[in-house]
Structure formats: structure tokens, C-alpha cells
């Protein structure tokens, strides 16, 4: 009886009443061909507007191993999931969305390794993005490429929040308390040994992506801020190359003037460098101010979330 491992499964919610009682009932089917190991599910509500909580009531009262937090609001996925895995108490601790997109019967290998190998974690990555907008699928591509390129950071291409952790690492994560929560950026920051498992997109089980476009290009944005620095730089070279081009402009100025004389022409082209160079200030002002905002919420240590109510005490 001792040693029975608990694993506790975050997951965090917004709007998934539709899903979460088949969500439940695969997660329940997959766990009770796990031996020895007890559950610990902590649901997280992110200010659903639908019946959300009310299902969390509903199965915390069917089951005592259901635990719950509900927000005063929504604050996003990266603060529910943070939330979870806080509350957790398990000797591993699972990540996963309420759609059923990530499957819950990978735990069962996932476990499997962390009890059998030295890694500390198993995470999950898509090999396919089918059923997903082709646009979106394009702009994943594209931003996973920049993020290794300019965050030293080698974030897996399609990694899902879904995995499996130990204690250790997931206390790692939890002693990041910054308000900017990059996830993706987060898991491979703290390091350890993680594995990869790969699966093909499964569509939603039912309900609504709660992704649009644009707020996964402003999450993406996020995430650059957040673990690179390297912005910042391109505005130092931009300053350093038009520094240089000023210059070598002053020296054929003055050289022709000596040479020609001055005759007044050319006011076109010095509006459009006028233009330019304007342009290019805007922008790099514009990066600077991203980190200044940035940092201005951190120092602000707000709360990365507000609990309205919870059955853990
Ligand atoms: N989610 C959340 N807060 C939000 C948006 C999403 O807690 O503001 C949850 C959502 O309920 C789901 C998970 O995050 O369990 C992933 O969301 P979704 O399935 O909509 O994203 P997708 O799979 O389309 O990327
Ligand atoms: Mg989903």
C-alpha cells in the first residue's frame, strides 16, 4: 500500500463542458489499467462562461480524487495550467488539454518510462497537423524556426503541453514565478532529460478551439519576448548601419558640392530617406517597448491568477 505512486493530471479548462465528462471517463478507463498508481485529477476553470464549473462540482461529488480550482476570470491557459500544477501533490504530474487531443492513453508509456529510465520527463509532440487551418500550421512552422534561431533555446517543433514530469522537475517549474509564462519556453529552460513521443493531430473531441489566429501570433510574440533577447539587438544594428550610411553620405556630399557646386534639387529623395529612417526608429522604438512593457508587469509582481473558489484547503 506505501509505495503507490500518485499521478496527478493538471488540466486546465475554459468553456469545456461539452468534453469534460468524456474526458473524464477516458482518463478513468486509462488510469484503472495502471496499477498501483493513484489519481489526483485537479480540473482548473479559467473563467468559463458555460457550465464548466458546474461539471467539476459535479464529479468532485462523484469522486473524491477530483480536485478543483475555478478563477475570478479568464486568465489565460498558461496561468490555469500554473495554478495546477501548484496545487499538485503527486510523485508525477500530467499536463493535458480537456479536448481529448492529447490522448490519455499515452500515459500509460509515459509512465512507463519515467518508472523504467532516467528521464525525467515525457512530453508529446504532433508529427501532423492535419485538420488544422493550413495558414496556422505554416506560421507554427516559421515561428519554431526563429525561436532556434534567436533564443538559444531548442524548442521541439509541435511539442504539446501534454506531458508527464516528475516531482523534481515540476517544482522546477513552479519556482518560475514570472508573469509572462512562456510554457514551451518554460519546460525546456528548467532543463532535465525529457523524451519525446510523437502522435498524429487528433481533431477535438467536441467544442471550440479557443485559439484564434491572432491570439496565437500575440502568444507567439509572447513567447519571443520572453525567452530572447536577440529584438533588442537588431534595433543596435539598424543604428550602427544607417550610423554608416549617414556618413559615407555626408563625405559624397560634400565632395560633390565642392566639386559641382550646389544646385537645389533632389527633395524627393531626401524625403523618402526622411521617411525611411522615421520608419525604421518607429519599429525599433517599438521592440524596446515590448520588453519595457514586459518588464513593467513584472515588476508589478501581480498575481498570476485569482482563485473565486476551490474544494482544496
Ligand atoms: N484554455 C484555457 N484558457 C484559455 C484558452 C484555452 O484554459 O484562455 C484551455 C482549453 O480549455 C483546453 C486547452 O487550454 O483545455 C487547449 O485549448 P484549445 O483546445 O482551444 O487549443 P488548441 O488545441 O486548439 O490549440
Ligand atoms: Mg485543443
Known amino acids: 500500500m506505501e509505495n503507490k505512486k500518485v499521478i496527478s493530471i493538471v488540466v486546465p479548462c475554459y468553456n469545456e463542458q461539452e468534453v469534460l465528462p468524456m474526458f473524464y471517463e477516458e482518463l478513468n478507463k486509462v488510469m484503472n489499467e495502471l496499477e498501483n498508481v493513484e489519481l489526483e485529477l485537479i480540473l482548473v476553470n479559467d473563467g ?42 503527486g510523485d508525477y504530474v500530467a499536463i493535458m488539454d480537456a479536448d481529448l487531443q492529447d490522448p490519455p492513453k499515452l500515459l500509460l508509456e509515459m509512465y512507463d518510462i519515467l518508472e523504467n529510465s532516467d528521464y525525467d520527463c515525457v512530453g508529446t509532440r504532433r508529427v501532423t497537423r492535419k485538420g488544422e487551418p493550413k495558414i496556422r500550421s505554416l506560421f507554427a512552422k516559421m515561428f519554431y524556426k526563429l525561436m532556434k534561431k534567436i533564443s538559444k533555446m531548442d524548442i521541439v517543433d509541435g511539442a504539446r503541453d501534454f506531458r508527464l514530469m516528475t516531482r523534481q522537475m515540476t517544482d522546477a517549474i513552479i519556482s518560475m514565478q514570472e508573469y509572462n509564462r512562456f510554457s514551451k519556453g518554460i519546460f525546456t529552460w528548467v532543463g532535465f532529460k525529457t523524451k519525446w513521443l510523437e502522435y498524429e493531430n487528433v481533431e477535438r473531441a467536441a467544442g471550440k478551439s479557443k485559439w484564434s489566429f491572432w491570439k496565437l501570433f500575440i502568444y507567439s510574440l509572447d513567447g519571443i519576448t520572453a525567452f530572447s533577447t536577440f529584438p533588442l539587438v537588431i534595433s543596435a544594428i539598424l ?40 520608419g525604421v526608429q518607429l519599429f525599433c522604438t517599438g521592440i524596446i517597448g515590448q520588453y519595457l512593457a514586459k518588464t513593467y508587469l513584472e515588476v508589478k509582481k501581480r498575481p498570476i491568477f485569482i482563485v473565486k473558489e476551490t474544494n482544496i484547503n
Do not use: H, Q
Open 48 to 89: 468559463s462562461r458555460d457550465n464548466t464549473l458546474k461539471e467539476f462540482k459535479e464529479l468532485a461529488n462523484k469522486d473524491e480524487r477530483v480536485k478543483y480550482i475555478s478563477f475570478s476570470r479568464n486568465f489565460g491557459k498558461e496561468a490555469a495550467m500554473f495554478a495546477g500544477l501548484e496545487a499538485t501533490t
Open 239 to 278: 543604428g550602427m548601419l544607417f550610423c554608416l550610411l549617414a556618413f559615407i553620405m555626408i563625405l559624397v556630399i560634400v565632395f560633390k558640392t565642392i566639386a559641382f557646386g550646389e544646385p537645389v534639387s533632389g527633395w524627393p529623395s531626401t524625403v523618402c530617406a526622411i521617411l525611411f529612417v522615421g
